[in-house]
């Protein structure tokens, strides 16, 4: 039984997700009051996700390139972690995009990050360890997207997801 806090979002996020709201919590400073209820907390980081993501810009540049909200903060999810400047996630955006568009090809993204959350958040955490479900994050066994965001992405990472600089990259190397 998935819990609900009466966003219209929760409806799409998938149930084969790990961490059911990871990629929603939006990044942003927040007060909280002793004593403050967990409920109060989880609601005010998605009401903050729903004013700064469900945006009409947003929501339709997602439908001008075929995203869902879903595939879109998985993508920046990947591009947060994996970029280490804000210049850098246009470009690793782009690679990530024309390898989802040359799936023939490049039918896996193969991402660093990506492996390290399948089995370092995922994996160690299951009580029954069941490397299916931690590889549906890893890009080196699953083609494609991962099944889910990988942390919270924030707004830049959002952006360089929804506007990749236009390249012909299909690698990039980390240092």
């Not at 799936?103 to 990506?114: A, C, G, R």
């Not at 360890?129 to 066994?141: F, P, Q, R, V």
Request: proline share 4%; hydrophobic share 35%.
């Amino acid at each position: 039984c998935k819990k609900s806090y009466g966003f219209e979002f929760e409806d799409d996020i998938p149930e084969n997700t790990f961490y059911r709201l990871e990629g929603y919590i939006f990044p942003h400073t927040h007060e909280f009051y002793v004593g403050e209820k967990p409920e109060s907390v989880v609601k005010r980081f998605l009401r903050d996700f729903q004013q700064n993501v469900m945006i009409s810009k947003y929501t339709e540049r997602m439908e001008e390139m075929g995203m869902t909200l879903h595939e879109t903060l998985t993508l920046a999810s990947v591009i947060q972690k994996e970029a280490s400047t804000l210049e850098d996630m246009y470009k690793v955006s782009s690679v990530f995009h024309n390898r989802l568009k040359d799936d023939h090809i490049f039918p896996k993204l193969q991402s660093d990050v990506t492996y390290y959350y399948a089995y370092d958040e995922v994996l160690d955490y299951m009580d029954i360890k069941d490397e299916k479900i931690a590889n549906g994050y890893n890009t080196y066994e699953c083609d494609g997207l991962p099944v889910g965001a990988i942390t919270n992405p924030g707004i830049d990472a959002i952006r360089a997801a929804l506007y990749p600089d236009e390249t012909n990259y299909y690698y990039f190397v980390g240092v």
